[in-house]
């Protein structure tokens, strides 16, 4: 059967919108490797957080406390806590590590979720997922090599950025049920901005126009990839939309190329082909899972077929409903017993 066009014409905007997501976050990660040569990450990370605010001005000031207005607030600080905490382990690791070694390493998220998910939430994840799980590790050690030589910062810090984001991930889906777009980027930056300032203190410098240039346009890119990422979610299956992020790779890789002269070598990229399709694959059978989920409910029972269930529903339903005045029909038209002979 044929999808209905509102699904297609979901399924096609929320693909749009995250290939525009993917190119936004890649444009970040490279203008990230290229400013981090003279300004702190730690810096960068508070003007990301700050200059990301400028393009929600006019809906703040257009919505004000009404736009911002919410019971979950809780949830919206540690969805910033979680961010901050992978915005620094990931701008470090960029100004350390190729770009596209990094992006592909972080291409691990949707396997380190499910791991996640197995651990603190208990949820079930059976032999295929913890096959497609280890085919993904495999991917990574693919893209670190640790064996033989020293295992790389910035690969190890890509990994825990990572691990933040999954969690800060889940947070964005729960928080996407009540809370609009705008104001879930907004929060984000308004609580981000001021933590961020912590850290950056401690290695502070006065940046040149030139870098609040590179930074002012880094923080536009990164409040239009947030942005077009929980609209993506609200238009398709995140399971769905999910497959176009892995557009990131080629797109830091050919901007990386261009800007540095950084080359992918072929361990990369193998690394990378088996991440993204172990994620792939848990992606879909996150996909089947949660639609059985949704089918099993309006399926009938067993107990129907059951030789022994239907007597028992017979029997009671005269009972129950009997009206006690009404003559026994069962003695009435009962055959008449002759004598014994």
Avoid at 10 to 31: D, E, K, P
Avoid at 71 to 82: I, Q, S, T, V, Y
Avoid at 312 to 337: C, F, G, N, Q
Wanted: with cysteine; aromatic share 10%.
């Amino acid at each position: 059967m044929q999808p209905s066009p509102p699904t297609e014409h979901n399924a096609l905007r929320g693909t749009l919108l995250m290939i525009g997501s993917a190119f936004c976050m890649a444009a970040m990660a490279v203008l990230i490797r290229y400013i981090t040569h003279d300004v702190h990450p730690f810096e960068v990370a508070f003007f990301r957080n700050l200059f990301g605010l400028i393009p929600m001005l006019p809906w703040i000031l257009t919505h004000g406390r009404t736009g911002l207005k919410t019971d979950r607030f809780k949830l919206h600080f540690m969805r910033a806590a979680l961010g901050l905490g992978a915005m620094l382990c990931l701008f470090t690791a960029l100004s350390i590590s190729p770009a596209a070694q990094v992006i592909a390493i972080n291409f691990t998220l949707p396997i380190l979720t499910t791991v996640l998910a197995a651990l603190i939430v208990r949820e079930t994840v059976r032999a295929r997922r913890w096959s497609a799980i280890a085919i993904g590790f495999v991917g990574a050690m693919i893209i670190i090599r640790p064996f033989g030589q020293s295992l790389e910062t910035g690969m190890v810090l890509a990994l825990v950025a990572t691990l933040f984001m999954a969690a800060a991930m889940t947070t964005v889906k729960m928080l996407s049920r009540t809370e609009s777009a705008n104001a879930i980027v907004t929060w984000m930056g308004l609580i981000m901005a001021p933590l961020s300032l912590i850290p950056a203190l401690m290695y502070w410098q006065m940046p040149t126009l030139w870098q609040f240039a590179v930074l002012l346009l880094l923080g536009a890119f990164a409040t239009a990839g947030q942005q077009l990422l929980v609209r993506a979610y609200r238009a398709a299956d995140q399971s769905y939309v999910m497959i176009f992020d892995f557009l990131r790779l080629p797109f830091v890789a050919a901007m990386a190329f261009v800007m540095f002269g950084e080359v992918v070598d072929i361990w990369t990229w193998a690394g990378a082909a088996l991440i993204i399709g172990s994620a792939l694959y848990i992606a879909r059978r996150e996909a089947v899972l949660a639609k059985q989920a949704r089918i099993e409910p309006r399926l009938p029972t067993s107990a129907p077929a059951d030789a022994q269930a239907i007597p028992v529903t017979k029997i009671d339903r005269p009972v129950l409903t009997k009206d006690p005045d009404a003559p026994d029909t069962a003695a009435t038209h009962a055959p008449e017993r002759k004598p014994d002979a």
